[in-house]
């Protein structure tokens, strides 16, 4: 069993549904994050979560809305995506955000938007 | 704000050789941590090795060893006896001390042929 646990690890949407990707973690950390992973480009980190609040939101479109009702989970809710969002969709989790930077990645969400 | 560089996007290797993977990376804080994560094909990223900046000794973690040149603002990574489980995208990431989350780079793919 992975330390991350996402899911689903594909999903395939219209612009108008409503989905949610989850993400659990199983190593008794405190901070989770989610990473928009696209081609060519640099992981882009959308949130951060300390301790169940959230810590960063780096610019992200309202069409994304994350929540942490603990510790263990993150998820991520989506709705009126656009074809552009269509990325690898990554959860991590660290200690604490104070610590040295390790992250622990989940194996991530495969979302296409049609 | 800290960016990170990988010049390189793709990379081939024969197996049993040595390969070495190129980062830069711009900060004007003094105290900091580098990183080196790879992310196989369809599995989950995990940390390859770490280095922290105030620590002048080069990582190394069995084949895997970085060249920190922290003048020059370059961490490379190097793989010796290369082997095809290798194959994989790497990423270089940079976190000053005491502020996660990472910055990543672009990412190098690269191939360990047979």
């Known amino acids: 069993e992975t330390g991350v646990t996402q899911t689903p690890r594909h999903l395939v949407m219209g612009m108008t549904n409503k989905k949610s990707l989850k993400c659990e973690q199983h190593?008794?950390?405190?901070?989770m994050y989610w990473y928009k992973q696209s081609a060519k480009k640099p992981l882009e980190l959308m949130f951060v979560y300390n301790f169940k609040e959230q810590t960063e939101n780096n610019s992200v479109p309202s069409r994304f809305s994350p929540e942490c009702p603990n510790s263990s989970h993150l998820f991520l809710h989506l709705h009126t995506l656009q074809p552009e969002d269509s990325a690898l969709y990554l959860c991590a989790s660290s200690q604490d955000p104070e610590g040295s930077g390790e992250l622990f990645f989940g194996e991530g969400s495969r979302l296409t938007v049609l | 704000a800290q960016t990170v560089t990988q010049s390189q996007p793709e990379m081939s290797v024969q197996e049993a050789e040595t390969v070495t993977l190129s980062c830069t990376y711009d900060t004007s804080e003094s105290n900091y941590y580098l990183f080196w994560y790879k992310q196989p094909p369809s599995r989950q990223m995990i940390l390859v090795i770490r280095?922290?900046?105030?620590?002048?000794q080069n990582a190394t973690e069995n084949r895997f060893s970085v060249n920190f040149q922290k003048a020059a603002k370059s961490f490379s990574l190097k793989i010796s006896d290369s082997q095809l489980g290798d194959t994989a995208m790497y990423f270089c990431a940079f976190s000053y001390s005491g502020n996660t989350p990472l910055v990543f780079g672009k990412g190098t793919r690269l191939s360990v042929i047979a």
């Open positions: 190593l008794g950390h405190n901070a």
């Open positions: 280095q922290e900046a105030y620590k002048q």
